[in-house]
């Protein structure tokens, strides 16, 4: 499984005025990331062309270590999709429950490889390998679709 890692922590310049982390920032840190497996990936420049359902499941706060894993799921002719979960973790407290790693939020994003024209380029063909990877794959043809039909209806 190829899978890129990116970490941060939370500093007050991240959080709004109640001391969570932004939505925006976090967004932000997920596209890198992703970004990042994209272009490990196809060897070339990727770039975000959509985001299926962030969700939003537990809150992150200041000095919360977050831990961001992306990885392709499915490849087409120049996109592909890459699935962004987000993990947080507190290790000051001292209590062992609240020590313990959270998934916070995940997501999917949709990337295109382009050359240096900004055309649309071939890359390789993702094969998935693990059950998980299969059942993966599959489901990313069911999102593309839904994302097309969306996409074309203005939605």
Do not use: C
Not at 88 to 109: C, I, L, W
């Amino acid at each position: 499984m190829n899978v890129t890692t990116f970490t941060e922590i939370v500093l007050p310049n991240h959080a709004n005025p109640l001391g969570y982390l932004k939505g925006g920032k976090l967004m932000d840190w997920m596209d890198i990331a992703a970004e990042i497996a994209a272009q490990k990936y196809t060897k070339t420049v990727s770039v975000t062309v959509a985001v299926d359902n962030i969700t939003f499941k537990h809150p992150i706060k200041i000095g919360d270590i977050v831990t961001i894993h992306a990885r392709i799921t499915r490849t087409f002719d120049s996109s592909m999709e890459v699935w962004v979960q987000v993990w947080k973790e507190n290790y000051m407290k001292t209590n062992e429950q609240s020590q313990e790693k959270m998934k916070t939020n995940e997501a999917f994003f949709i990337f295109v490889a382009i050359n240096e024209k900004g055309n649309h380029i071939r890359i390789p063909v993702y094969k998935p390998v693990s059950d998980e990877d299969k059942i993966l794959y599959e489901n990313a043809l069911k999102r593309k679709n839904r994302l097309s039909l969306l996409t074309k209806s203005g939605v």
